[in-house]
């Protein structure tokens, strides 16, 4: 998991300079306001998912993770806890990876 401000990748050296272009490229892409969907911003390879959504209590969630796709996650306006973890997850919960890139579990060991 990496955590940062996008107005300060700078303070984040070990990042690769193809991620932090990435990352410049999708600040300027969410500079302007968007309609809610998904945008081919470098066709499957990279794409942005704006939702419009309310943050819920963390006793709603599911802990979920990925195989394919690094989910970056930029909070326009608000405020938001985000959970991890360093211990393998439990048992799957949802499968979803072959049709959406995204698999839920119950719980995270030592979740953060």
Avoid: W
């Avoid at 968007?34 to 599911?62: C, H, N, S, W």
Wanted: net charge negative.
């Amino acid at each position: 998991m990496l955590s940062a401000n996008l107005d300060h990748l700078e303070i984040i050296p070990f990042i690769s300079a193809e991620l932090k272009q990435l990352l410049q490229e999708a600040k300027e892409f969410l500079s302007e306001d968007r309609e809610a969907g998904r945008y081919d911003l470098d066709g499957d390879k990279v794409f942005a998912m704006v939702v419009d959504a309310q943050t819920q209590p963390i006793e709603e969630r599911r802990p979920e993770f990925h195989a394919d796709y690094a989910d970056i996650q930029v909070l326009l306006e608000g405020t938001e806890v985000l959970g991890y973890g360093h211990m393998p997850a439990g048992a799957i919960t949802e499968d979803k990876m072959a049709d959406k890139d995204v698999a839920f579990t119950a719980e995270i060991a030592a979740e953060r």
